[in-house]
């Protein structure tokens, strides 16, 4: 679905508005219980079990049950369960929802490569049907180091971290999961700025929702997450936004929607149903007269569980660093959908591969390709799209990206890439 997609095309029927409320997305459903689908050609099964994490860019999966939009697709069953960190969204997608566990989620991209390869625990068949969303997340400092002025340049920073090694200390940094998103930016970030991630800083794995408190407690210097809990920080005096990483790459891929590849084999029409939803509350999420409704919705106890306003902001577009930087109506906020934001490009995940081959996650002999092919369906997201009246990008590609130090990537050279880079463990 293009951005410029005709809005009334966002169902067969036409008759559900972006701006509506989840009674009138019952009453759609109640009038049409098959969504997309033909009468009686509807989904396999009326539910699933999908994990996410208490960050901004899990809205999606929130808003599609909230809103009512797996409900109109004829999956009115499907749960939306809080999970404690990344680790336990690993551990129940290996269980799956039949012992106990979850069918999909919510997730930080490479997580479902690593989980097939199984190279992160048991080998567990996953299958990427959508990204869900760009941009959002945010490299925070502690206000201990205002000085320094951190901001993209990471650079600033080595002055700070020569003093605190010479005082037989490391500056302690924090991501969410090994290979994950968090730590390709964070370690991305310090590399472009000569820091050795693996030599120069203590890097330890936190979960998104206990970022903040760490930091009150003075147990890291400077950590990597989605928002809102960078702009957390900042509205508690605790520290600042070194930078956002949509400053560092524009329109970065983010996280993404996966489900278990035997549950997608088992239940291909729920796979499209379930992405269909998905793709709906990805459009609704992204209009600017939803914004404070959104914010309303995933700040609640069930969901973040935090103040709307840390949420707002930076949904809106606007970001007040904590150390006089602002950027009002930035370009680099999240996207859910704008753009083709929600479709799952094969050319991001080969970065996200390469990245981890970099770094040493993975093994320089993957055969990458193959790989893709066996996880990432865009072949799915287009289905669920063409229902809806609308279509995806010409190519899986995006073609060649740029980053903030004048690093390329060329999907159709990543070795290239690799060379170019002065930092690495291969």
Known sequence: MAQGDNPKGISRRGVLKTTGTAAVAAAVQQAFPSGAFAA?????VTGAKLGFIA??????????????????????????VKQASWGATRDNLVLGAGSGGIDGAHILTPMPYMLTLGTIGKATPMSILARLNVNGQGISVSKEYLGAKADANSG???????????AGKKITMAMTFPGGTHDLWIRYWMA?????PDKDVELITVPPAQMVANMKADTMDAFCVGEPW?????AQGLGYTAVSTGQMWMNHPEKSFAMRSDWVAKNPKAAIAITAAVIEAQRWADNPANNAKLASIIAGRDYLKCPVTDIADRLQGNFTMGDGRKFPNAAFKMKFFNGYASFPYKSHDLWFLTENQRWGKLPMSLNTKATIAKVNRSDIWRKAAAMLGGKGPASDSRGVEKFFDGKTFDPANPKAYLASLAIKRV
Do not use: C, S, W, Y
């Not at 600033?156 to 010479?166: C, E, F, L």
């Open 192 to 196: 472009a700025g000569g820091i050795d």
């Open 230 to 234: 960078n702009d957390q920080l900042v």
């Open 156 to 166: 600033k920073m080595k002055g700070v971290i020569a003093q605190r090694r010479a």
């Open 40 to 44: 009686g050609a509807g989904p396999e």
């Open 55 to 80: 960050l901004t860019d899990a809205a999606p999966l929130i808003i599609a049950k909230e809103m009512g939009f797996f409900a109109k697709h004829g999956m009115p069953d499907v749960q939306v």
